[in-house]
């Protein structure tokens, strides 16, 4: 089972120059792990590393594939969390990216447009079939996974479902997928008279 999450990581983080033996070997057994549990340790972590801690951990935190518990300000932001090799650090994941490791384990896949549709299922959204369609446009209308909430309007205006586009972002920001980044982008928010979101990198890649 190890072995296909595995062989899913290596096939979407190809390109990743940092993505060594070690590293792989590493974000395999500690995603299998979490897999199973909606929290790990910074304990836990050392004792299923191979390599470079620190690589390791710049590794998951520029992901998004973990998230720390701990935060700078007390809101949801993923920019405020503070991602340090702390021993009493405890790290959570997020449940599109618990729901992802789940389908690698059983297929040897990455395959965001399955898990989405069974996620949003779940959850008792009724356009589920749509999202897949919505949120990889999402990403490619993103800029480095920053999008404006105007945006977002928008492209739910092109699907017939602007209507429901708060209950959406909700959704959205409920699975992992994106998160409210409103005080580090706050002269841009109020530039464009819209809140900044960012998504989550390992989800789908923005097209070239």
Same mark, same amino acid.
């Given at each position: ?16 120059? $940092? ?8 974000? *395999? ?11 790990? /340790? ?26 720390? $518990? ?31 490791? $789940? ?22 959204? @009724? ?5 897949? /369609? ?7 209308? *993103? ?29 959205? @920001? ?8 409103? *005080? ?17 990198? *390992? ?6």
């Amino acid at each position: 089972m190890i072995t296909n999450l595995k062989k899913a990581l290596e096939a979407y983080f190809f390109k990743e120059s $940092r993505l060594n033996k070690e590293l792989i070997n590493s974000l *395999s057994k500690i995603l299998y792990h979490c897999s199973k549990k909606k929290k790990i /340790t910074f304990e836990e972590i050392k004792v299923l590393n191979e390599g470079d801690i620190t690589d390791l951990i710049f590794f998951i935190n520029e992901k998004k594939l973990l998230i720390p $518990r701990k935060t700078f300000s007390g809101t949801m932001e993923w920019d405020d969390t503070f991602f340090l090799n702390n021993s009493n650090e405890i790290y959570e994941i997020p449940n599109i990216i618990k729901q992802m490791i $789940r389908e690698a384990i059983n297929s040897g896949l990455w395959n965001p447009e399955k898990v989405i549709i069974k996620l949003f299922k779940k959850i008792g959204e @009724k356009d589920y079939e749509k999202m897949p /369609t919505l949120i990889k446009t999402l990403y490619q209308y *993103s800029k480095n996974y920053q999008i404006y909430g105007s945006q977002i309007k928008s492209k739910c205006d092109d699907m017939l479902l602007g209507d429901k586009v708060n209950s959406i972002i909700s959704e959205l @920001k409920g699975t992992g997928i994106m998160s409210p980044k409103l *005080s580090s982008s706050f002269f841009h928010s109020i530039q464009q008279k819209s809140p900044i979101y960012e998504l989550n990198p *390992s989800i789908f890649k923005k097209e070239k």
